[in-house]
């Protein structure tokens, strides 16, 4: 997927034809967002819209965003101000009369699962074909923001899917959780799924392999050692996803539910809040985006920034967001009291901290809310919602949102840390130089061998 991404992404930005170049982002966008495995894992759990139609609006969000995202690294647009402008618009949107509230968790929550296994690999290589052809100064700082930019348009997508929303007859909450007598039936649902999974991974990819086999064959023209080791890739892909939504949907959702609503209609229920801190440490470590991500930003860096430290700030990030996402399903606390203070923290902090650690952050935002994170979590949070007796549709989705949001400022204050850091050393390295200067004079001026 990341050879495909990069050869494209230095393939196209050859062409002269703008309008070429962003038809075809757009058609990627909207192609590889179809076959992201948690965002089909997500639709499926809100009943506010068909899953289909929570798909497609998904996906036409990633390719118009992808779009958006050429043109900044075409015309060498700042970072900080697309997102703004972008945070602003989707803020007073969501916060607009003619938006059902039932849709506005679900469209943040939509933002972050758009960004798993397949998109990320996909998208950050191509910011690297799109950047590479550059050259220039400011080419590794473009060579990120698109995961963070592609983030922002199944917000706002799904947003306008609120203008004509009506959840009135929904009842949202999780189905009972189904248990097994035995092994042996274990192991039969898990064989009677498959082949659904088999045929719903085969559709969704089919259309990668289409466009890449056109392009290939068009004006790429690649290798036929590298097509086929792409072509070993996709298989390794097409079997991972299979077994990956088999194990979600059969196994890892359900266990996720059942701790929800054990420990959210227990006594005990605020202990979801230390527990769900916990687990939200030791998850990210298991996103498969994530470690894509860290090794990207050593490469590029050439191991300026480490990616263990990149690790570590996504660890408290989304530790921190799990814990204030149950807080709020036992409380019932608004989303917007987070989610508010966190982007502007987030947004002021752009014009702190160096750009490339900016565009790092908002990149990792999308990275750390990945397929970990919509089949376990929010499983988690929709059990202790409906354990509580909450509304899930308010109360329990919003969870994504809140990993998507954390890494934003804890990789910001890590870019922060090393400003300040590099600074003192430069002011150490400086006084050294002066008192070094003046040592020199001293022995001049009493008569001191001046070599000494």
Not at 221 to 237: C, F, H, N, Q, S
Not at 283 to 299: G, N, R, T
Not at 308 to 313: E, I, L, M, Q, T
Request: hydrophobic share 55%.
């Amino acid at each position: 997927m990341m050879r495909i991404g990069q050869s494209i992404g230095s393939h196209i930005t050859k062409s002269r034809k703008l309008w070429f170049v962003a038809l075809i982002c757009f058609i990627l966008g909207v192609i590889v967002t179809i076959a992201e495995p948690d965002l089909r894992v997500l639709a499926e759990n809100v009943p506010i819209v068909k899953t289909s139609v929570m798909i497609w609006a998904v996906a036409i969000g990633v390719g118009l965003f992808l779009m958006v995202s050429f043109f900044r690294v075409y015309l060498q647009i700042r970072l900080s101000y697309i997102l703004i402008a972008m945070y602003v618009l989707a803020f007073v949107l969501a916060a607009s009369p003619l938006i059902h509230p039932d849709f506005v968790a679900s469209a943040f929550d939509s933002g972050g699962v758009t960004t798993g296994p397949i998109t990320v690999p996909f998208i950050m290589a191509l910011g690297v074909g799109l950047a590479s052809v550059r050259g220039d100064k400011t080419s590794n700082e473009d060579s990120f923001g698109l995961v963070a930019l592609c983030s922002i348009g199944p917000i706002l997508t799904v947003l306008i899917l609120g203008v004509f929303g009506d959840t009135s007859s929904i009842e949202a909450g999780p189905e009972s959780t189904v248990i097994y007598q035995s092994v042996w039936e274990v192991l039969l649902a898990y064989v009677r799924a498959i082949p659904h999974y088999i045929e719903e991974v085969a559709v969704a990819l089919s259309a990668i392999v289409a466009f890449f086999l056109a392009f290939q064959l068009i004006s790429l023209r690649l290798p036929w050692d590298e097509v086929a080791k792409i072509g070993v890739g996709m298989l390794y892909t097409f079997l991972g996803l299979v077994l990956f939504l088999t194990g979600v949907n059969i196994g890892f959702m359900p266990v996720g539910t059942f701790i929800g609503q054990t420990l959210g209609g227990s006594t005990l229920s605020w202990l979801l809040i230390p527990i769900g801190a916990l687990i939200g440490w030791f998850i990210v470590s298991a996103e498969p985006a994530v470690h894509v991500l860290k090794q990207q930003v050593e490469d590029v860096t050439e191991g300026a920034i480490r990616g263990k430290s990149v690790g570590f700030a996504l660890a408290i990030g989304v530790s921190l967001s799990v814990a204030l996402a149950l807080l709020r399903v036992l409380t019932g606390l608004e989303i917007w009291w987070i989610l508010v203070p966190g982007y502007l923290f987030s947004l002021v902090m752009t014009f702190i901290v160096p750009p490339l650690f900016t565009s790092i952050a908002f990149d990792a935002g999308g990275v750390a809310s990945g397929p970990m994170t919509a089949t376990f979590l929010l499983p988690l949070s929709l059990g202790a919602c409906a354990a509580v007796g909450g509304n899930p549709l308010t109360d329990a989705f919003g969870l994504v949102a809140f990993v998507a949001m954390t890494p934003l400022v804890t990789i910001q204050l890590l870019g922060l840390i090393g400003k300040l850091k590099a600074l003192h050393a430069s002011r150490v390295a400086l006084g050294q130089l002066v008192l070094s200067d003046e040592i020199v004079d001293l022995n001049f001026e009493e008569g001191g061998d001046l070599d000494a």
